[in-house]
């Protein structure tokens, strides 16, 4: 029968999700003369007295997911490398460490384009655990001497993604984030745009 057809396919785009956690990764570090080495190292988080800046994305894509899922791989992990720095120079005192961290850790978008599912599974995952989760790992990681970059893709409308992850940013630590810049995947070859919260 025909449904039998049409049920195939959707539990075999289902199996085909990548269900992983996409952890939490320290990626470098990053000075006045910009990132230190060549590619990211992927290391896990340890406390430590360096300061660092805390990358904040909305959630991993498909690129992530390449064998063990590591944030901001392909493009993005790119553009954060070279643009990033250009942006931010003039404002290092330090060397920083740089945490990537997704906002959600699992991956809304299905392994599709992001504007299929993206959004409304990101806003039912925050609405269940991603918030609290969120949260939780922020203050964990931060120090009093540490940057936020809230980097978060905005999502098609509203409430905004970018903007539900700044009002838990101030709601874990009661400020703002230190800069509120557009996704990577959209920098080319001008770099971040700052955004407000409307």
Partial sequence: MMYK???SKIAS???SIDLRKCNDRVVGKLSNVG????VFSYQKYRHSTRPK???????PHVHEYTDVPLPAR???GNMIRRLFPQFILDNLESEYEVLLMNAIQYQCSLGVDTAAFRDDVFRD????FGKSDFEKRLKYYYKDCDLIVNSCT???KKPYLRELVESSIFNALNKSSDYKISHPSSWGRKGPTVWQVT
Wanted: glycine residues 8%; without cysteine.
């Fill in 53 to 59: 800046i805390i990358f904040i994305l909305e959630s």
């Fill in 74 to 76: 392909k493009m993005t």
């Fill in 13 to 15: 785009f289902i199996r």
């Fill in 154 to 156: 905005k999502g098609a």
């Fill in 125 to 128: 995952a925050w609405s269940d």
């Fill in 35 to 38: 990132f230190h080495g060549e």
């Fill in 5 to 7: 057809v049409v049920v």
